[in-house]
């Protein structure tokens, strides 16, 4: 069944510059520079990093990382799997897109980047 244009109501968006389907539009798109091979190189070595804490931290109820978001101030908490596929996507198209956060997360089921390199470096050089 055919539904005719002019049965349609009208957009209720049409002529606002603040359309929210415009983002949607493939030629409204930003376009985003690439990574530098630094850049490449540095994401490449967090995938890695991030799959050694998940196998240290996650059987121990550490659901993902904790980030200290300086643009806006709060903390945004980051399962492995949603930040895993966020890297991948900045290594295959240059940019993270924004994602719903997480919810009602648990802070004590998070921890910081940081925390997670210090627990791999002593759990890794134990003697």
Do not use: K
């Not at 070595?45 to 931290?57: E, F, G, I, R």
């Not at 121990?60 to 596929?85: K, P, T």
């Amino acid at each position: 069944m055919d539904v005719a244009f002019d049965g349609l109501p009208p957009d209720p968006f049409a002529g606002d510059p603040y359309d929210p389907a415009l983002s949607l539009d493939e030629g409204g798109a930003e376009e985003h520079e690439e990574l530098t091979e630094e850049e490449r190189e540095e994401v490449v070595a967090d995938l890695a990093d991030l799959a050694v804490y998940q196998a240290l931290l996650e059987h121990r109820g550490i659901r993902g990382i904790l980030v200290d978001c300086a643009d806006c101030g709060e903390q945004h908490f980051h399962e492995w799997n949603l930040l895993r596929s966020s890297l991948q996507q900045l290594l295959d198209e240059g940019q993270m897109r924004p994602h719903e956060p997480a919810f009602d997360p648990d802070p004590a089921h998070y921890v910081t980047w940081e925390y997670c390199r210090g627990y791999a470096d002593a759990a890794l050089n134990e003697d």
